[in-house]
């Protein structure tokens, strides 16, 4: 039962990105805690997803598919609610088409190199940039009612959206260096 437990985390994480979309839409301030707090519930699962999966050998090939798919809906879909929310203003528009054009490059890339029998495995620098773009996230999902709450809140939130595009660019480039490289080497 225990080595399930992972699993039920991943499905949560893919069921709260519902709950984050429909609180967000809510009247503020209560939809924008309801979305802040289901998210760092989100986040806080998908720590201990990974963690629990390691320490009870509980690896499985549902969540090495449905983990990635669980992280990145919940920040594409963020994403385009900020934006559509006029939260992520044009200035702050290349961060978040960066991070969405590098979290479907990175996808489509281990898609491809799947089928040869390749994996490209998590770096540490990619969960540090995972871990950014939460803190940005939840930061960002508060508006301006936590802004009223945090003087300095969406400062502090863009200031880590920016961060965590340095980290997807450095970290898209590395996945596209090892990429090539296995391909390469199978020609």
């Avoid at 499905?11 to 984050?20: C, D, G, N, P, Y």
């Avoid at 690896?59 to 900020?82: H, N």
């Avoid at 203003?89 to 054009?101: D, F, K, N, R, V």
Wanted: net charge positive.
């Amino acid at each position: 039962m225990i080595k399930q437990i992972p699993n039920y985390l991943t499905m949560f994480r893919i069921a709260s990105v519902v709950v984050v979309y429909l609180s967000f839409y809510v009247a503020a301030p209560l939809g924008h805690w309801l979305a802040v707090s289901v998210f760092v519930l989100g986040a806080i699962t998908d720590f201990l997803d990974g963690y629990l999966a390691r320490k009870f050998d509980a690896l499985s090939d549902f969540g090495r598919m449905f983990d990635p798919i669980a992280d990145k809906l919940m920040v594409l879909i963020c994403l385009v609610m900020l934006v559509s929310s006029g939260v992520i203003t044009s200035a702050h528009l290349p961060a978040a088409l960066i991070i969405i054009a590098r979290e479907i490059l990175v996808s489509g890339m281990r898609e491809f190199l799947n089928g040869h029998a390749v994996t490209l495995p998590v770096s540490t620098l990619a969960k540090y940039k995972t871990s950014l773009q939460m803190v940005a996230l939840a930061c960002l999902l508060a508006g301006p009612s936590g802004e009223a709450v945090v003087p300095g809140l969406l400062t502090f939130g863009f200031a880590m959206l920016w961060l965590s595009t340095l980290l997807t660019v450095i970290t898209g480039y590395d996945y596209l260096r090892a990429s090539l490289r296995h391909l390469r080497s199978q020609s």
